[in-house]
């Protein structure tokens, strides 16, 4: 839909999984709200996922609020086609005003509002919430030599499949999810090396997703109260879906240290070794893409942002959704997002209130 720039009590930034869950509970407030959308069609960063990518919760454990994701045909985890099929669906049933192709340049301060400039004008809110994730930042650390590699690199946002690396060596760099779920598939066709930071830890088989929100959520309690938390962090950190159950029971999901340098023909350890491959595949992860609110001068000598909660502490009008743990337990997860949104809408609505 498309709609001329005018004043709102609170404007969404991003109209991806945050910001659909921020908009549900808006629309419940009966507030008066708007959501940008930087894309041209609904699903946020899912459209751009790898077709293979799978949800480490089942689909009852990766819903935004309201709305249960449908449990996929094969009764198995949720694909990134799923995903984008329901938070298409979601934003329709609840009839969300969302403004895209809408391009958010930067934030700033006005007369009691804040100014949001777009590529089709300028906004004004008495709210925002910043819902514009992470990835469109993808993270390649700095190695000495990253420049001389003859061979190709990606990042994770540039995967698509393993058919184009048959018959090459493919190097896997990183130690998450995406790593793991990568290397499975790439290496049904093609040798592979993974290099991570430190040897990879997959859970147990009948643990997944589920278990790491309730344990994201309890460690966050415990640090609000200064309790000390245990749970399942020590039995590991990578879901075992059923590709890399099939990968770990063919062998390949043995990890060499990470490399300290990269060669020309490949990547090389400080012990002498060295290792030729033919491609790169940097899976080490994203930052928070908050470039349009550089006006505003908020982020801290560490580069953060402070926030207290999702509010941020150097400008009472903003919010952060969905970023991390530090915008709420799991917040960059579904059933994260669903869960921070709330309580930062009722915030925002007791805020417009006075």
């Known amino acids: 839909m498309s709609e001329a720039p005018r004043p709102v009590d609170v404007l969404v930034i991003g109209g991806g999984q945050a910001g659909l869950a921020a908009g549900y509970y808006l629309r419940r407030a ?21 077709p293979s990518l799978r949800l480490f919760s089942p689909a009852q454990y990766s819903s935004l609020p309201g709305r249960m994701m449908p449990v996929p045909a094969d009764g198995g985890y949720p694909s990134a086609a799923d995903t984008v099929a ?23 301060r006005g007369h009691e509002r804040l100014l949001v400039e777009t590529d089709h004008g300028t906004w004004h809110a008495r709210v925002v919430i910043s819902a514009t994730g992470t990835w469109w930042r993808p993270h390649v650390p700095h190695y000495p030599g ?38 499975a598939e790439v290496s049904t066709v093609t040798g592979t090396t993974w290099a991570t930071l430190r040897p990879p830890r997959l859970l147990p088989d009948e643990v997944d997703g589920r278990a790491l929100f309730d344990l994201a959520t309890r460690r966050h309690r415990a640090a609000l109260t200064g309790e000390a938390t245990t749970g399942i962090g020590g039995l590991g950190d990578i879901v075992a879906i059923p590709a890399v159950r099939e990968a770990r029971d063919r062998g390949v999901l043995k990890a060499e240290p990470m490399f300290s340098r990269i060669i020309p023909e490949g990547v090389a350890w400080r012990d002498g070794s060295a290792l030729s491959c033919d491609v790169i595949i940097w899976c080490t992860g994203f930052r928070p893409t908050l470039g349009h609110l550089t006006p505003l001068r908020l982020r801290g000598p560490d580069g953060i942002i402070p926030t207290e909660g999702t509010r941020v502490l150097g400008e009472s009008g903003l919010y952060l959704l969905g970023y991390g743990d530090w915008t709420g337990p799991a917040s960059a997860t579904l059933i994260g997002a669903g869960r921070t949104a709330k309580g930062t809408v009722t915030e925002i609505m007791r805020q417009l209130e006075v």
């Open 30 to 50: 009966k507030a008066d709200f708007v959501i940008l959308d930087a894309q041209d069609a609904p699903g946020g960063a899912w459209r751009h996922a790898w």
């Open 146 to 183: 990253i420049r001389d590699f003859r061979g190709e690199q990606l990042h994770t946002t540039g995967y698509r499949g393993p058919e184009p690396f048959a018959g090459k060596h493919v190097l896997i760099v990183g130690g998450a999810n995406s790593a793991a779920q990568i290397l």
């Open 86 to 108: 329901y938070l298409t669906d979601y934003e329709h049933r609840y009839a969300l005003p969302i403004v895209r192709p809408t391009t958010v340049h930067a934030v700033r």
